[in-house]
Nanobody, 127 residues
Framework: RVQLVESGGGSVQAGGSLRLSCAAS????????MGWFRQAPGKEREGVAA????????YYADSVKGRFTISQGNAKNTIYLQMNGLKAEDTAMYFCAIDRLICLQTTRWASLEYSDWGQGTQVTVSS
């Protein structure tokens, strides 16, 4: 089964930056969708950003556009989320997810139906 390990979370003040990393293992790499999701206490999990590792597709939630950047590492099974201009409302547990095809449908990139998920990394932004 695919394993996803997130890292890079922490506590920062509003306006600060963090870079999250996610490494996938346990499978033979083929192009697919990898994304970042977040869940704040008492709220539903929501899509933050996603990309197609075969290239050409990236997606962002409106709430993070212009502040967050999703990218792929030289190792194609690794993605990053550069978060700048952090706000208190960005405080959440951030999860990495992977799926073969889901993001190829534009309307589904933020779906919670990704096939595999990481355990999450906590991001706390103080105002």
């Amino acid at each position: 089964r695919v394993q996803l390990v997130e890292s890079g979370g922490g506590s920062v003040q509003a306006g600060g930056s963090l870079r999250l990393s996610c490494a996938a293992s346990g499978y033979t790499y083929t192009a697919g969708c990898m994304g970042w999701f977040r869940q704040a206490p008492g709220k539903e999990r929501e899509g933050v950003a996603a990309l197609y590792t075969g290239g050409g597709l990236t997606y962002y939630a409106d709430s993070v556009k212009g502040r967050f950047t999703i990218s792929q590492g030289n190792a194609k099974n690794t993605i990053y989320l550069q978060m700048n201009g952090l706000k208190a409302e960005d405080t959440a547990m951030y999860f990495c997810a992977i799926d073969r095809l889901i993001c190829l449908q534009t309307t589904r990139w933020a779906s919670l139906e990704y096939s595999d998920w990481g355990q999450g990394t906590q991001v706390t932004v103080s105002s």
